[in-house]
């Protein structure tokens, strides 16, 4: 085998066993919480993750296709669910250089694939600090109070988003790196159209967190409000508060003051261990879906076809 299989078989060797290993890790944890939950608001909920992290995928592709590169469905699925396994190996940087590798069979030149996986997190980062901002302020009130310095951050994402902003950055930086500047700039449809996917995972999110919140004893259309806000709170306080891995710790409290009007304290805690099993149980039920998707439609493209980008250049050595 080439050295490039092998060290893909590799990642997804170790990105699944880490990944498998953090499921199996907490379930101690979670077992009494999931006791508590019917088997209709467990799947529901794990339903409701995959429907997030395909919006998830969505917005990456999008972003993507703005830069010059779309991608036909199943590839940038696996590209996508595949790569974000890398989040559960220690170091930061494994799931953009997954991403980065297997866009170069599809002819996705690095800088654009690193661009458009960073542009994730500030889209991600303002569009749930904006769902925190109208759910939880009235709701939960002073349980959320210490974390309202996160509404600062709004404005000036707002502004570092613009097409302008976003162009003049990623290009200084390839500059830097004496790369040449992007083929082709960022948008405003594009930014706009990757906002609304993101919406749409914070909806399907919020969603998957009612379930288990209604599951442990707080169902009506307050605790479903709650629980939207909660889950992006959590995410975006994990985010910005980089000294905690993956957000660990910092989410829970999070999360757990945002659920106090509705549960208690020994329940939020339940749900937000809960809720973090079935988002890592949904990264690994994406990833395989994904895989078999793509394999389906490799086997469908002619033999002797050769991926190319969307300029019509071969993909890059």
Same mark, same amino acid.
């Given at each position: 085998?080439?050295?490039?299989? =092998?060290?893909?078989?590799?990642? #997804? ?16 944890? *979670? ?10 608001? #467990? ?5 409701? =993750? ?17 830069? !010059? ?13 595949? !790569? ?13 250089? /997954? ?28 569009? !749930?600090?904006?769902?925190?901002? *109208? ?8 349980? *959320? ?30 500059? +830097? +790196? ?11 449809? !594009? =930014?706009?159209?990757?906002c609304g996917w993101a919406f749409g995972g914070w909806a399907a999110y919020g969603v998957h967190l009612a379930l288990i919140v209604r599951g442990l004893g707080a169902p009506g259309p307050r605790a479903a409000l709650l629980s939207l806000g909660a889950f992006a709170l959590a995410w975006c306080l994990g985010f910005v508060v980089v000294i905690a891995p993956a957000g660990v710790g910092v989410r829970e409290v999070a999360m757990v003051a945002a659920l106090a009007p509705v549960l208690s304290q020994d329940a939020a805690i339940a749900a937000t261990l ?19 998707? /793509? ?11 050769? /991926? =190319?980008? /969307? ?7």
């Amino acid at each position: 085998m080439s050295g490039r299989k =092998v060290f893909r078989l590799l990642f #997804l060797a170790v990105a699944l066993g880490f990944g498998v290993w953090a499921v199996a890790s907490r379930w101690t944890e *979670v077992s009494e919480g999931f006791a508590r939950l019917s088997w209709p608001e #467990l799947g529901g909920s794990l339903l409701a =993750v995959i429907a997030a992290l395909g919006c998830g995928m969505m917005m990456w592709r999008a972003l993507l296709a703005d830069l !010059g590169s779309p991608l036909a469905l199943p590839h940038a699925a696996k590209i996508f669910f595949v !790569g974000q396994l890398g989040k559960y190996i220690p170091g930061s940087l494994w799931p953009v250089l /997954a991403q980065m590798e297997m866009g170069r069979d599809h002819g996705i030149p690095r800088a654009r694939s690193a661009t458009a996986f960073f542009l994730t997190y500030p889209v991600y980062l303002g569009s !749930g600090l904006l769902t925190a901002a *109208v759910t939880l302020p009235v709701l939960a009130g002073g349980s *959320v109070a210490r974390f309202a310095w996160l509404l600062l951050l709004i404005p000036v994402l707002a502004a570092v988003l613009h097409p302008s902003v976003v162009n003049w950055g990623i290009n200084r930086g390839l500059r +830097l +790196l004496r790369r040449p500047p992007l083929e082709r700039p960022l948008t405003r449809r !594009g =930014v706009l159209v990757a906002c609304g996917w993101a919406f749409g995972g914070w909806a399907a999110y919020g969603v998957h967190l009612a379930l288990i919140v209604r599951g442990l004893g707080a169902p009506g259309p307050r605790a479903a409000l709650l629980s939207l806000g909660a889950f992006a709170l959590a995410w975006c306080l994990g985010f910005v508060v980089v000294i905690a891995p993956a957000g660990v710790g910092v989410r829970e409290v999070a999360m757990v003051a945002a659920l106090a009007p509705v549960l208690s304290q020994d329940a939020a805690i339940a749900a937000t261990l809960c809720s973090r099993l079935i988002v890592s149980v949904g990264d690994l039920v994406c990833a395989a879906l994904a895989g078999i998707a /793509a394999r389906g439609a490799a086997a469908a493209t002619p033999v002797g076809s050769r /991926a =190319v980008s /969307a300029h019509g250049d071969p993909p890059e050595d």
